[in-house]
């Protein structure tokens, strides 16, 4: 992997950790469903975690159709990014004691709940937008732009694309 290729490797799992909260697009019989959802990566396995309750419906909607889409926003940093991966849920108490922290307990009993389950993604693309921190200077190049009728400078790195498999 190239040096740049690296770089974006590491903005995009930074990204992950500060934003923290992210959307969960799953298909379901009558199209798309998005929700919040607490995440937490682990980079040495391009995967990301979840605990989610059994009582929903994610579990069924990722079992008839696994791949899902990740979006997560840092606002302080103007960085928007889309992951897509393959999602799977189970049962998994151990695994639940690792990801476990004091907020889960306004929704279970802790992390030996029934109806806790563990939600994995393994990611396969992402794709990042990572604008101008300085909301001044985004709102110069756009005004500049809109009068030259170009695009928007936005910095180097605007757009990123990068396979995680």
């Not at 690296?6 to 929700?35: N, Q, S, Y």
């Not at 979006?71 to 690792?98: I, M, N």
Request: net charge negative; with cysteine.
């Amino acid at each position: 992997m190239t040096e740049r290729g690296k770089a974006h490797l590491d903005r995009i799992w930074e990204v992950i950790g500060k934003a923290g909260i992210c959307m969960m697009t799953t298909h379901f019989p009558d199209g798309l469903r998005a929700r919040p959802m607490e995440a937490r990566a682990e980079r040495k396995t391009d995967a990301i975690w979840f605990l989610t309750d059994r009582r929903g419906l994610k579990d069924d909607e990722i079992e008839a159709c696994p791949e899902v889409c990740l979006t997560f926003f840092h606002a302080p940093e103007k960085v928007y990014l889309s992951l897509t991966g393959d999602a799977s849920v189970c049962r998994d108490p151990e695994r639940a004691h690792a990801l476990w922290n004091k907020k889960q307990e306004a929704w279970w009993n802790g992390p030996d709940d029934p109806n806790l389950l563990v939600l994995r993604v393994d990611l396969k693309r992402a794709e990042m937008w990572d604008g101008p921190a300085n909301s001044a200077i985004a709102a110069h190049e756009f005004a500049k732009a809109r009068t030259r009728g170009e695009k928007p400078d936005l910095g180097e790195n605007r757009k990123v694309s990068v396979d995680m498999e």
